[in-house]
């Protein structure tokens, strides 16, 4: 297939925003094991973003720092360093929940180290001669973060709006989380694509790093799911199916499936830019009112 950088998809100029880093941190001493009340299954689906982005979010600022000397706009380039300070700070916050979860009874080690194997190795630097082997796989693992990050941008853009997580009680520190993550997500969505576009743009590799991003994240999220209920020791025969998922999501407390399946036609158009999707002024709006996020500003204000 050609390269799409002759008619490159147009962003929306309004919603882009200078990217910062925000320090935040959480307490979990509070927060129950099934912090979404009387409801295990949708407590261990989002749960599993905790074992995936540490790891994920890490390896996504290795490839960026390596793809810095090729950016040659000087916008994207600072926009492609406040997505790393953003990236780094999100896998801190997630990996802060993991000995907590260990405290109550969920050793995450064993799902854990498959995830950093994956990373680490099977995504991770390979010993290519320098030139068109080396680029090649480091435009690859480019292509796939603009394909992982669509969906990011799509679970924050979720989760700002899932009203059926208040009236159900979640817990408020871990739905703050959520949420100031969700809306760092909304807020920098457009930079790997732009990344992408501006060093390869080719359509072939962003349908072909598509599918590779998408099987990944279905395999491993729906193992994550299946390993936290198995291993719940509040539950007796803990299973987790897509049968389950697909009931959550009507129900409100996960994303539905058909808006899932909605959002790959999305990205495969010629003609999309993650701009036109989600706002950046609901994102900035949530940042603005986050308690963590709050208490980080007034940190660095020296104010707190």
């Known amino acids: 297939m050609s390269n799409t950088q002759s008619r490159a998809p147009e962003p929306v100029a309004s919603e882009h925003i200078a990217l910062k880093a925000r320090n935040v941190s959480f ?7 099934h912090w979404l009340p009387d409801d295990p299954f949708t407590t261990h689906t989002i749960n599993v973003l905790h074992l ?28 492609v360093i406040g997505f790393i300070g953003q990236e780094a700070m999100h896998a801190q916050a997630h990996d802060e929940v993991l000995p907590h979860l260990k405290e109550q009874g969920l050793d995450p080690t064993p799902y854990t180290a498959q995830v950093d194997w994956l990373f680490e190795k099977l995504l991770g630097d390979r010993t290519l001669p320098p030139g ?8 690859e693992r480019v292509a796939i973060i603009a394909a992982i990050e669509h969906y ?12 059926e997580l208040d009236r159900r009680g979640a817990d408020p520190t871990m739905l703050d989380l959520l949420r100031w993550h ?29 599918a590779t991003a998408f099987t ?6 729906q193992r994550g799911a299946r390993f936290f209920m198995e291993n719940d020791p509040t539950l007796v025969d803990g299973k987790a199916s897509f049968k389950d ?6 129900a409100g407390t ?7 399946i909605r959002s790959i036609p999305r990205y495969l158009s010629r003609a999309y830019h993650p701009s036109q999707e989600g706002s950046t002024e609901q994102a900035v709006a949530y940042l603005a009112s986050s308690p963590a996020a709050v208490a980080a500003l007034a940190a660095e204000k020296g104010t707190a």
């Open 254 to 260: 996960l994303p539905s499936t058909g808006d899932m």
């Open 132 to 139: 068109k082997a080396r680029r090649w796989w480091l435009m």
């Open 216 to 221: 990944a994240l279905v395999f491993l999220w």
């Open 152 to 163: 990011t941008a799509f679970l924050g853009n979720w989760v700002l709006n899932a009203q």
């Open 52 to 79: 995936l982005l540490p790891a994920g979010e890490r390896w996504f600022v290795h490839v960026y720092k390596q793809v810095l000397p090729l950016i040659r706009d000087e916008r994207l380039r600072e926009d």
């Open 27 to 33: 307490a979990w001493e509070s927060t129950p094991l």
């Open 182 to 210: 969700g809306a760092e997500e909304v807020e920098h969505r457009s930079v790997a694509f732009e990344l992408f576009m501006h060093v390869d743009g080719g359509y072939g590799r962003r349908v072909r790093t598509w």
């Open 245 to 250: 998922f697909h009931r959550s999501g009507k």
